[in-house]
């Protein structure tokens, strides 16, 4: 079995790997979304306003689809060069270091994650994301414009120590994947080994909550134990309302989509000055939230 996890691989099993759990993935999650669906009908919960709202979900995701087609090979030569010029050592690729590259850049999209909810400009693309008032597997494919752009400087530093390029894509795609099966309300709480260890639908569910306990609660992608280590977790105690303040009350996909940037942009042109606009791109969404409030 140890044989087996330090097999070397190549660069086209790597590719190969992915290209079928991208293929496949979203065909799974089409039908649990399929049987979410289902599941809101015999409660009489599906109404107008979520199907609106999960249409606009996959829209945003086809929206964000055509820009990473264009940014894509830009995105990926900055790896490969600098894994081909910058790399501190040479690891092989085996299932061993894969695994190894998962956890890493598991850790790598905590810290992201949490950059996102912590700095003006970065929360702009992430809050499309929390914007729906409900919380189901379409939510996972709720993408703002610029969501390509922020995991570039939070996994780079996985090539520079020499996993390979492919590793990393694979790893980003594997911490994406488990992220989607956990916008459901359909599973409550798992065992507490599990609860403990990895993130689940109940710890996400906090991390989308607009409860004040619960914000920026929970940026774990596969394994909690980051937000436990970090002092950033919540347990899921009391039901939790979802969206964002003020909400964008509305299912027009465009208008989602770039209601982060819109609404930014709007902060800026009304600045009183050159230091205010400066902090309202470095400094949380709480900092601006708070001076409006102030200055009422």
């Known amino acids: 079995m140890f044989e087996a996890f330090s097999t070397v691989l190549s660069e086209n099993d790597i590719w190969w790997l992915e290209s079928l759990i991208d293929n496949w993935f979203l065909v799974i999650a089409l039908s649990l979304f399929v049987l979410e669906l289902l599941r809101y009908a015999f409660k009489k919960e599906l109404t107008k306003n979520l199907v609106g709202d999960s249409i606009a979900n996959f829209v945003t995701l086809t929206l964000f689809i055509l820009i990473v087609f264009f940014v894509a090979a830009a995105y990926a030569s900055v790896f490969f060069y600098v894994y081909e010029h910058f790399r501190l050592i040479d690891l092989p690729l085996t299932p061993w270091t894969i695994i190894c590259c998962i956890v890493l850049a598991d850790l790598a999209y905590y810290w992201e994650h949490r950059f996102l909810h912590k700095n003006g400009f970065a929360w702009a693309t992430h809050t499309v994301h929390h914007?729906?008032?409900h919380f189901n597997i379409s939510v996972a494919y709720r993408h703002g414009p610029m969501d390509w752009f922020f995991p570039l400087f939070f996994h780079l530093p996985l090539a520079l120590f020499g996993f390979h390029p492919f590793m990393i894509f694979l790893a980003e795609v594997m911490v994406q994947v488990y992220q989607t099966l956990l916008h459901t309300e359909t599973v409550k709480k798992l065992p507490r080994p599990i609860e403990a260890i990895f993130n689940?639908?109940?710890?996400?569910?906090?991390?989308?909550?607009?409860?004040?306990?619960?914000l920026d609660k929970n940026y774990g992608g596969i394994f909690i134990i980051w937000d436990r280590l970090f002092g950033t977790f919540a347990k899921e105690t009391t039901k939790v309302k979802y969206g964002v303040f003020p909400r964008i009350n509305s299912v027009n996909p465009i208008t989602i989509f770039f209601s982060g940037y819109r609404k930014l942009m709007r902060q800026i042109?009304?600045?009183?000055?050159?230091?205010?606009?400066i902090k309202l791109l470095v400094k949380p969404p709480l900092w601006a939230w708070?001076?409006?409030q102030n200055n009422k």
């Not at 569910?205 to 004040?212: I, P």
């Not at 042109?269 to 606009?277: C, F, G, L, M, V």
């Open 131 to 133: 914007s729906s008032p």
């Open 200 to 214: 689940t639908p109940s710890h996400h569910r906090v991390h989308h909550a607009t409860n004040k306990q619960y």
């Open 269 to 277: 042109i009304n600045a009183p000055n050159w230091s205010y606009r």
């Open 290 to 292: 708070q001076q409006e």
